[in-house]
C-alpha cells in the first residue's frame, strides 16, 4: 500500500477536501489564537517561504 499515488479526483471531492480543511484550520485557528498573535510575524515569514516555490512552478510558463 503506498500514501503517495497518482489518483484522479472528481471536484467535488476536492471542494469537500478543501472545506474540510478550511473548517480544522478555522478550529485550530480558535483555540490557539493568543499563541498565533504572539508569533504573527514567524508564521507570515513560514507562510511566505512556503508559497515560494509553487508561485515559481506555476508562473515558470
Given at each position: 500500500?503506498?500514501?503517495?499515488?497518482?489518483?484522479?479526483?472528481?471536484?467535488?471531492?476536492?471542494?469537500?477536501?478543501?472545506?474540510?480543511?478550511?473548517?480544522?484550520?478555522?478550529?485550530?485557528?480558535?483555540?490557539?489564537?493568543?499563541?498565533?498573535?504572539?508569533?504573527?510575524?514567524?508564521?507570515?515569514?513560514?507562510?511566505?517561504?512556503?508559497?515560494?516555490?509553487?508561485s515559481i512552478?506555476?508562473?515558470?510558463?
Amino acid at each position: 500500500m503506498s500514501i503517495l499515488k497518482n489518483k484522479m479526483w472528481r471536484w467535488s471531492d476536492v471542494i469537500l477536501l478543501k472545506w474540510g480543511v478550511l473548517f480544522i484550520g478555522m478550529i485550530f485557528g480558535a483555540y490557539l489564537r493568543e499563541y498565533v498573535i504572539e508569533y504573527i510575524w514567524i508564521f507570515v515569514i513560514l507562510a511566505v517561504i512556503c508559497c515560494i516555490r509553487p508561485s515559481i512552478a506555476y508562473f515558470k510558463d
